[in-house]
C-alpha cells in the first residue's frame, strides 16, 4: 500500500465510527465512479461523442450562446 494511502485510513481509523462508515461509503463510490468512467471512455464510440459535444460548444460560443464562467457564482 502507498504511504499516503496508508497515512490517509490510519486517520480514518480515528474518526468515530459513524464518520468511518461516511468516508468508507464516499470512497468506495468514489472508486465505482472512475471505474466507471473508465470503461465509458475506452469505448470507440465514446472519442466520436466527445468530438461531436466539444464541436457544439465551440458552435455555441462562436454564436454568443456562452457565458464566462465566474467561480464565485457556483
Keep these: 500500500m ?9 486517520r480514518a481509523s480515528t474518526l468515530p465510527t ?3 462508515e461516511r468516508f ?4 468506495l463510490a468514489e472508486l465505482e465512479s472512475e471505474q466507471l ?4 471512455f475506452s469505448r ?13 460548444a465551440l458552435s ?5 450562446r456562452t457565458q464566462p464562467l465566474d467561480p464565485d457564482d457556483l
Excluded at 2 to 10: G, H, P, R, Y
Excluded at 44 to 56: H, I, M, Q, T
Excluded at 60 to 64: S, V
Design 2 to 10: 502507498d504511504d499516503l494511502l496508508q497515512k490517509a485510513f490510519e
Design 18 to 20: 459513524d464518520e468511518q
Design 24 to 27: 468508507a461509503r464516499f470512497l
Design 37 to 40: 468512467w473508465a470503461e465509458l
Design 44 to 56: 470507440p464510440e465514446s472519442g466520436e461523442l466527445l468530438d461531436r459535444l466539444a464541436d457544439e
Design 60 to 64: 455555441d460560443h462562436h454564436a454568443g
